[in-house]
């Protein structure tokens, strides 16, 4: 079976960040990585604090989707809903390797 590639989803970008935003991607991976290993541990505390900065951090830069993923995120954390924040995860993860920022 092929794996069919997805589209990228191209954001654009304030001319005057577009040269932080690879730092601030770069960020979201590290997330990513912590968010992962508070799932492994069941630590819910942490996954909602991560979500909590991720809507924050999102909007500022113009990623909405990532603001909408870490309001969903802290939302499931909440509820210690671990299929959920798996998925929602899953979601930033596949969000992460399709954004491409373009200067406006």
Not at 50 to 68: C, P, Y
Request: proline fraction near 5%; aromatic fraction near 6%.
């Amino acid at each position: 079976m092929t794996q069919r590639k997805r589209k990228p989803v191209r954001i654009k970008v304030d001319p005057e960040l577009i040269d932080i935003v690879p730092v601030f991607l770069d960020h979201r991976w590290q997330d990513v990585a912590s968010l992962q290993d508070a799932l492994a541990h069941e630590d819910s505390s942490l996954i909602r604090t991560i979500a909590h900065n991720l809507k924050g951090a999102g909007r500022s830069f113009g990623f909405d989707a990532v603001s909408l993923i870490g309001e969903r995120l802290e939302k499931a954390a909440a509820r210690s809903n671990w299929p959920s924040i798996e998925r929602f995860i899953n979601r930033l993860i596949a969000y992460l390797e399709r954004v491409e920022p373009v200067c406006e």
